[in-house]
């Protein structure tokens, strides 16, 4: 199989191709070393190559979608609106999630928007520090939950399959309850086909029955 063939086989090894040929490996040198992806050696010239600092095995790219923040968007009435619109497609629905709690988001969206999502599968057991460290590596930009209502609006079929899916933002930007913990927006997308929109802790640690949403411009 030839080095192009592999990559587009494997998700992010589109990516790392890229940076090679850019690099000005030829198809041969490319191919070892996307097979040999398994050893710190060429975990750590990946992350050199792609411009990141480390690489954390305990997060592993397992999908890749594109998605644009709608026209109408209003980020000062974006999940309300939404609940409105769209809390019957969900199984579950957390009525915490409101424009009133998570009015202070990191990032702002506005209409028109391109937006990469990268969805990391949690490997082992991590912190929301963890989560957030992954997220800067990756140069994403911090969403919270209006980032999670454009995922539950159009891309819920591209989520992991029995897995919570992460959308975080800092810790301050989000909710807090009666007893201090901060809510962490998530959508679960069920083997049923059932959906749910609910918040976890941000003081909790995550594991791999939960998956971290990256969104990137």
Known sequence: MSATSVCDAIGKTHELMLALKKAGFDDNLIQQIINSRGNKQAKAMYAALVGNATVDDRFELC?????????????????????????KEFSYYND????????????????????????????????SEDCLAHLRSQKAILVGAQGASLVGEKKKEELPVDRWSLSFDEKDALWKDAGGRHGVPSVHRHSDGAFRFDLGRFEDVWHSGCCLLCFCD
Do not use: C, M, W
């Open 63 to 87: 999908n890749t979608f594109n998605t644009v923040v709608p026209k109408g968007y209003n980020h000062a009435t974006r999940l309300d609106t939404f609940s409105k619109e769209y809390r």
């Open 96 to 127: 915490n999630i409101t424009d009133k709690n998570y009015a202070k988001a990191t990032t702002k969206l506005v209409p028109g928007r391109k937006l990469k999502v990268k969805v990391f599968q949690i490997k082992g057991r991590v912190t």
